[in-house]
T-cell receptor
Framework: DAGVIQSPRHEVTEMGQEVTLRCKPI?????LFWYRQTMMRGLELLIY????????DSGMPEDRFSAKMPNASFSTLKIQPSEPRDSAVYFC?????????????FGPGTRLLVL | QKEVEQDPGPLSVPEGAIVSLNCTYSNSAFQYFMWYRQYSRKGPELLMY????GNKEDGRFTAQVDKSSKYISLFIRDSQPSDSATYLC??????????FGAGTTVTVRA
C-alpha cells in the first residue's frame, strides 16, 4: 500500500497568491482529515470528510481556506489569498470508520512557505 | 488552558534507559487515547492505541491510561537511538476529532 500521498511536498509562494494542496487517501478509507502543524500551535485539525462529505470544518481558520473532496481518492485544500501566517506544514490523514475509527494514517505533509 | 497538555521537553536519555512520557487532559468525554511518533520532516505515525482506561503493551512500548486522573503515559523500555523522535499524545471522544498534545522531543544518545 502506498499510504497517504500528498503533493506538492514543498511550496514557496508570495503573499496574495492562491495555493492548492492535494491529497490521495489510502484506498478504501472513508474518512479524510486535513491538519496544520506549526511550532506555536502544534497539530490542529482543520476539516474532515466522511464519504466525501465535509463533516466538521470548525477548525478552518478563515474564509480564505477551503477544502473539497470530489471523489473517494482525491481531496484539495486551497488557500486564497495566502498570507505569511499560513506558513506551516499541512498534513492529510485518512482512516477507516468503525472500531479503529480513531486510527489515522498521515501523509508526509506539504511544507508551505508564504513570503 | 489547552484541552491536552504535554511537556514539550526536550528529553535526552542514554541508550538503554527507560523513557517516560505523559499527557494530561481536561475533557472527560475522551475515550480513545493514542500515541503518535513523528520523525523529523515526516508525518506522525500511530504507535499505540488504547480505548478507555488500562494498560497496553507492545514490545518495548507500554501505554497507560488513568481516566480518573485524566492522565496518560507512554513508557519506552531499552530505548534505542532509533527511538529519537517527537512523541505526540492524542485523544478523542466518540467522534473522529483528535486533540493533540504539543509533542515531546526525545533524543536517545548512543
Amino acid at each position: 500500500d502506498a499510504g497517504v500521498i500528498q503533493s506538492p511536498r514543498h511550496e514557496v509562494t508570495e503573499m496574495g497568491q492562491e495555493v492548492t494542496l492535494r491529497c490521495k487517501p489510502i484506498s478504501g478509507h472513508d474518512y479524510l482529515f486535513w491538519y496544520r502543524q506549526t511550532m506555536m500551535r502544534g497539530l490542529e485539525l482543520l476539516i474532515y470528510f466522511n464519504n466525501n462529505v465535509p463533516i466538521d470544518d470548525s477548525g478552518m481558520p478563515e474564509d480564505r481556506f477551503s477544502a473539497k473532496m470530489p471523489n473517494a481518492s482525491f481531496s484539495t485544500l486551497k488557500i486564497q489569498p495566502s498570507e505569511p501566517r499560513d506558513s506551516a506544514v499541512y498534513f492529510c490523514a485518512s482512516s477507516l470508520g468503525g472500531m479503529t475509527s480513531a486510527t489515522q494514517y498521515f501523509g508526509p505533509g506539504t511544507r508551505l512557505l508564504v513570503l | 488552558q489547552k484541552e491536552v497538555e504535554q511537556d514539550p521537553g526536550p528529553l535526552s536519555v542514554p541508550e538503554g534507559a527507560i523513557v517516560s512520557l505523559n499527557c494530561t487532559y481536561s475533557n472527560s468525554a475522551f475515550q480513545y487515547f493514542m500515541w503518535y511518533r513523528q520523525y523529523s520532516r515526516k508525518g506522525p505515525e500511530l504507535l499505540m492505541y488504547t480505548y478507555s482506561s488500562g494498560n497496553k503493551e507492545d514490545g518495548r512500548f507500554t501505554a497507560q491510561v488513568d481516566k480518573s486522573s485524566k492522565y496518560i503515559s507512554l513508557f519506552i523500555r531499552d530505548s534505542q537511538p532509533s527511538d529519537s523522535a517527537t512523541y505526540l499524545c492524542a485523544m478523542s471522544a466518540n467522534d473522529y476529532k483528535l486533540s493533540f498534545g504539543a509533542g515531546t522531543t526525545v533524543t536517545v544518545r548512543a
